[in-house]
Every structure is written in C-alpha cells, then in structure tokens.
C-alpha cells in the first residue's frame, strides 16, 4: 500500500490532522507577529506615504504582505515541523507514517494564505476607498486580470512562505536552519531579477520565487509595469508551493513509490511549463504609465 | 497466539554487540526487563516497539512479521503503545493537545471519542486537571505520564514501556502499577526499568539482560529464590561480600561472599538476587538448584 493511499478511515484522520496543525500555525506567535508587522505597515503606509493624488505604487504593496507574512512563516512552518519530530519515536511508531504527517502540516499554510488573503482585501478596499491616481497601473488601466494576479500573489507567496517551511523542517536540522533560508529566499529574489529589470530580457525574471512586476514611482513621475503573464506566474507560484510539499513528503523514503515519483516529475513539469509561460506571454515588454504629476521628483 | 516471539535477534552498532542472538517469546502479562545500563534493554524494546529493525533473527509480533511489508507494520502499530526511554515533547502543544495529535496518528478519527479517549488516557495517569497546560510548564514527572498517556491510547494489545517509572514518585508509581496490573490482564505489557521495586510489585515474569544477552527469564520469585541462603544481616560488614550496607537498623545488609561471624540469614529481595544475578558469582547463582 501507497503510503499517500489513506485507508477508508484516513481521510477523516487526515482531515484532523490538517485541523491540528492548522490550528497550531493560527497561533504560533511567530506568524502572528508577522500578520501583525503586515498590516501595520500597510496601515501607515496608508496614513503616511498617501499623497494628494492617492495611494502611490498600488500594486507593488502585494510585496509588503508576502514579506512580513510570507517570511515569518517560512520560520513558523519550520519550527512547527520540527516541533512534533522531537517526539518522532513514539509518533513514527504511530500507524499514520511521515508522509502523513508532512501532508497535514501543508495544511499549516491555510492561515497564512487567510492572513494574505486578508491583507489583499485591505488593500483593495483601502485603495478604492482613498483613491489612486489615474495614471496608476490600477484597475482602469490594467485589466482586472492582471491587477487580480498582482494582487492575489500576497496570500500566495504567504501559503508558499508555509510550505517552505515545512520543506526547511523536514530537511534542514540545525539551529537557525529557517533564518538562514528566509535570507537565502530574498538574496535569491533580489539577485535573481535586479539585473534583468531594466532590460529587454526582463520577462526570464519571473523564475524568482518573488517577481516584481511594479517598479514604484520612477523619478519622471512615471511607474513601469514589467513584462510577464502574472496570471501565469500566480500558477508558477502555486507549482513551487507544491514542489515544497513533495519535497517535503520526499524525506520519507517509504513515500517513494513509483506512484509518487511520477507525481513529483509531473509537478516539477507544471512549474517549468508555467515559468515559460509567464515568460513568454502576457506583458512583452515593459510599460510606463503616464506621469503623474505630484510624483516628480525634485 | 503468541504476541511477541524473537528468535535469534540480534543487533549491532558499530562494534558494540547491543543484542546478541535473543530468543524471547511473551505473552499476555507484565513482563519487567532488568540490567545494567548498556544491557541491551532499550534496544530490544525499540525493536519490538517496531522503532528499529533487528540486523539478525526473526521477529513477529502479535502474528505478523513488522518489516514484511507496510501493512504488516502499520497492523502491529495500530495494536502498539509505546512510552521510549528519552521523548520529546512539542513545546508549544498542551498536554491534551500532543495526546490528541497521537490519537488522530494513531486513527481515532471520530471527534468526540477522540476527544474521551485522550481524556480516560490523561485521567489514568492523573493529569486530567492538566490537560491544558502547555508540556513546556509541566514538570519532568508530568511530562513522563504525558508519554505514558499516549501510550495507553487505545488500551493497545502491545504495551512498550522504557523505563516508564521514571520521575514520578511513589504516590504516581503506584496508580501507574495499577493501571497496567489491569491492562496486564488483557494486554502484553512489556517494560524495562531500573526499580527492582516496581517488577517485584508488577510483573509476574522478570528478563535479566546483560552484555545483550538473556542472564535470566521465569518468575520473579524464582529469581529471588536464586538468592536465598546468599543474604544476611550481620554486624559486620562482609569481607568478600558482593555488596553490604548498613541498615536504619544498624546491622549489615550482606548479600553474596561469606555470611560474617554472627550472620542472620536474611529474607531475599528481587534486588538482592538481581544484583546477584549480575555477580562474579552469576554463573553460581544459576547452576542452583
């Protein structure tokens, strides 16, 4: 038997679990001090960086939500993994194996996808309720799909920001092992796309587990939109959260099976599918908005 | 059915013989493991609790052999409670909670009789009114019976316990010898423990394992009878003896070598006869009649 083939009675047992370690995640005082830090920074941003002609680069505030929640859960998610695992001998000689146990923690990203969720929320009604300028890449002079996608890569990046953990849990065991991957996650998301963002090449910066498609004010007033298919890259988030998962589940070598193999090849497929994806369609090239006068620098 | 029979079992770590050709069948009954540390004890419980696999000889356990494949292992495991000589504990779990996340590992999958399982099992060893204070705020004591509990989940049909006595005292050792002379009776209670006390109290069967091997396997009184006529209380110390003490009394405790002039044969204990068993005289001990 599969080890991933529950029994009849497992997917209710599965389902509590997940309930548990979800459960555990809502109150993990990491992950609240990061839910906390996000919205108060989306708070004064609101209050102190709004301008005449309203709240300034709009759609570079997912960044804001996937930095402080998405972040600190990568530490929580760790933490919680191996938290369970100092008990590892009498709960592996449990009937319910590692693999198990590494799928009901994925469930630990279902908080931190409500926080983002959340955060995206305010955002978008703190938004429409103070205003923008109309030269803003915002609804109006986006599609609404493409302002959704940018958006909806907050809570995202906060349920991948979980399962990353999960994965740095299940393979990494010495101290401090999540710290270190939260600063190798934004010196691999800064490195990785810097260099491309000004360039004709800057769509192949979407493999970053954080691609910007909004670069702020520029100094002319302007905004630039980069080039990509953020629908396309919401997905290609969506296939690194479940390479983390299978990575994760990986850790146990029961869970090998051809089965599980040949689900692994074909979830690592779907990422580099929807990487060229998001590379190749949407966006072609980079665009700047209208000037907005109040944003002229100097 | 026999529920655990090992034949031939052995286990090595590096250069270090843990387990040396161990032949052991049990049966219903609380079984205690005694030795010195180093003896093999805690080996052999983790390879009956399914945690380790033997390098050498068979295993089967309440029928089936654990390593035959994943069902075989994952049956013997819904019929296993096991209690390991050193178990974390996650900090940020409560008492109730960490005994509840063994009960859906071990798939109690129904709510509400999850939820009076964990409780019955937190009631047996006394941490009811503790149930919701987080493990970090439990004393050492407290966190053994909270490893305790979750191996009573279920009333499992193999119950493996690594010195299970540890840190509690005398009040909380006796309800803990009561709740497994109950489940002794329906259940193969197998424990290991440095307490000569708590299997003179518990179990009708005693293993002596030293250096990996089995010194000795019957009935407790058969091991204490191995020591009569090998223990006095004198007023002097021993010469030769294995071990003497002074009592409360003020007499000598005198067990092996020559009885000292003046000696009183003296009633055996279970210790007296382990400590005995572990002797330079041991191979005397056991050619006794």
Avoid at chain 1, 153 to 171: E, F, K, S, Y
Avoid at chain 1, 251 to 277: G, K, M, N, P
Avoid at chain 2, 214 to 224: I, M, N
Wanted: one cysteine or more; a neutral charge.
């Amino acid at each position: 038997m599969s080890s991933l083939s529950l029994p009849a009675s497992g997917t209710a047992g599965h389902r509590a679990m997940a309930v548990i370690e979800a459960r555990r995640m809502a109150r993990h005082p990491v992950f609240l001090l990061g839910v906390l830090l996000g919205f108060v920074v989306l708070g004064l941003y609101f209050v102190l960086v709004t301008d005449d002609s309203g709240v300034p680069a709009v759609l570079s505030l997912p960044l804001l939500g996937a930095f402080y929640i998405g972040l600190t859960t990568v530490i929580a998610a760790a933490l919680l993994t191996r938290s369970t695992e100092v008990a590892v001998e009498a709960v592996a000689t449990a009937p319910g194996t590692e693999a198990r146990r590494t799928l009901a923690l994925a469930a630990a990203g279902i908080p931190p996808f409500v926080a983002g969720l959340a955060f995206s929320v305010c955002l978008v009604v703190g938004v429409e309720v103070i205003g923008v300028a109309p030269q803003e890449w915002w609804f109006g002079t986006l599609p609404d799909w493409q302002v959704w996608s940018i958006v909806l890569m907050c809570p995202v990046a906060c349920l991948d920001g979980a399962l990353l953990g999960v994965l740095t849990g299940r393979w990494l065991r010495f101290r401090g092992a999540s710290a270190v991957v939260v600063v190798a996650l934004i010196v691999v998301t800064l490195l990785g796309q810097t260099p491309l963002l000004e360039t004709g090449s800057s769509e192949w910066r979407v493999w970053v587990p954080w691609a910007l498609f909004h670069t702020g004010d520029n100094a002319d007033g302007t905004q630039t939109l980069i080039a990509g298919n953020p629908a396309a890259y919401l997905g290609y988030q969506l296939a690194l959260g479940a390479l983390a998962v299978v990575g994760a589940i990986w850790h146990d070598r029961t869970a090998r099976t051809t089965r599980f193999r040949a689900l692994v090849a074909a979830v690592a497929a779907a990422a580099v599918a929807l990487f060229v994806i998001a590379a190749t369609t949407g966006n072609q090239d980079n665009r700047d908005s209208d000037p907005i006068p109040s944003r002229i620098a100097g | 059915m026999t529920s655990i029979e090992l034949s031939g079992v052995g286990k090595t770590y590096g250069r270090t013989h843990a387990l040396a050709d161990v032949d052991l069948t049990f049966d219903r009954g609380v079984t205690g493991l005694l030795g010195p540390n180093g003896a093999g004890k805690t080996t052999l419980l983790r390879i009956v609790a399914t945690s380790i696999a033997a390098d050498r000889g068979e295993v089967r356990l309440l029928g089936r052999d654990p390593h035959r494949s994943h069902a075989d292992v994952t049956a013997v495991r819904r019929e296993l409670g096991y209690l390991p000589q050193e178990l974390g504990y996650p900090s940020d779990m409560t008492a109730f909670g960490f005994i509840e996340y063994v009960a859906v590992l071990k798939e109690w999958n129904d709510r509400g009789r999850r939820s009076q399982e964990v409780r019955r099992a937190l009631e047996a060893v006394g941490l009811a009114d503790q149930a919701t204070v987080r493990i970090s705020r439990l004393s050492g004591g407290q966190r053994r019976r909270v490893g305790l509990a979750q191996a009573l989940l279920g009333d499992p049909q193999l119950l493996v316990l690594d010195e299970p006595t540890t840190g509690l005292d005398p009040a909380q050792r006796a309800d803990l010898r009561r709740t497994l002379s109950v489940l002794g009776h329906r259940s193969t209670v197998l424990l290991s423990t440095h307490q000569t006390e708590d299997v003179a109290a518990l179990c009708e069967r005693v293993v002596v394992l030293a250096g990996g091997t089995v010194r000795f396997d019957g009935a407790v009184t058969d091991l204490v009878a191995t020591a009569v006529g090998r223990v006095w209380l004198a007023d002097e110390p021993g010469g030769d003896a294995l071990v003497s003490w002074r009592t409360g009394t003020g007499r000598h405790h005198v067990v092996g070598g020559t009885p000292p002039a003046g000696a009183d044969p003296a009633e055996p204990t279970l210790e007296d006869a382990y400590l005995l068993m572990l002797g330079p005289d041991a191979d005397r001990v056991l050619e006794r009649p």
